[in-house]
DNA sequence: ACCATATACGACTATTTTAGTCGGATATAG
DNA sequence: CTATATCCGACTAAAATAGTCGTATATGGT
């Protein structure tokens, strides 16, 4: 299939939580990811990886956090998802055990390689301030207790 | 990652194949999948797949096989794609068991899903007349014996 | 100084998806 | 009748993804 993986769908959703709350005051992992209801542990890393990339700064310590390194208007879905899943390939000829052994003589390679220039250019399209339209989702946030 | 399956790759290699030899004579899943390099069983899936899907049409029995049920010219990567591989969702809002819970409130999916139009129109525009330019590879003919 | 809170990082397990295999049933041309 | 095919489901293997755990380190507040 053709599919986000979990982690790019947590960072994006993370990375527009962030582009909405104060530009100063950073958010703890543990906070974005009770207010999505998603695993804590798992979306840290995929924070730390967005900060190794420079999306993100962080913050050591108590009241410390997360924070985008640049406006939400000059960062697009491409960059978060390339951050998280490294290059985007739609096709599979270069894998971890070198090429795919037809790789010299294959026909469809180039065609799909078009489609993937379009799927980028689509990605960069979508700027981290155009994501969602409201607030961050409140309902879930009475589990924060 | 953002990518296609080996079946899927597979469908369009064997698809594409067909395009090229003489339209009356069908080819066999063996044919083909020596002629790329391929599991012949796994290929034969796929291409069960794509007759299922109506894009193909097989014969039995000896001298038979597969051939195109329409025009090369009629049908798009992304028909054959979306025969294999079901229907193609960027996100996966969506999947086995029920819905992603944070479906209601999310606000990463409406520009994602627009993502996803752009990809299939994308697809749609490959014909697979249009797929590569020279005959079979000859490379590993010989494979044949 | 101490402590609660956070990031950072690597190793680990579990789950799911994808890839590939096998065995047998059915159809058909020669 | 036989060689060659499609057809179909169940199976195993391998790889990718998702999620967990333990531990080190930084830092603000008391
Ligand atoms: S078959 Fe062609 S397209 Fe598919 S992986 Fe190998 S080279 Fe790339
Ligand atoms: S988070 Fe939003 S986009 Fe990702 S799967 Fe759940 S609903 Fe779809």
Redesign the pocket.
Known sequence: ?V????????GLIAVRHLSQGETGK??????IARAHG?????L??V??KL??QGL?V?????????ALAREASSMTAFDVIRAI?GPIFIT?CV???GECEQAPHCTVREPLSRVNEVLAQALSSVRISDLGGGLPPLVQLEATK
Chains 1, 2 share one sequence.
Do not use: C, F, I
Not at 26 to 31: D, L
Not at 38 to 42: D, F, G, I, K
Not at 58 to 66: F, L, V
């Open positions: 299939m599919k986000l993986s979990k982690k790019a769908d947590y950073p958010s703890s992992a543990k906070e998603m695993p804590v542990e798992l840290a890393k924070l730390q900060v190794k993100l962080s913050h050591h310590g108590a009241e410390g956090g997360y899943e599979s894998t971890v055990r």
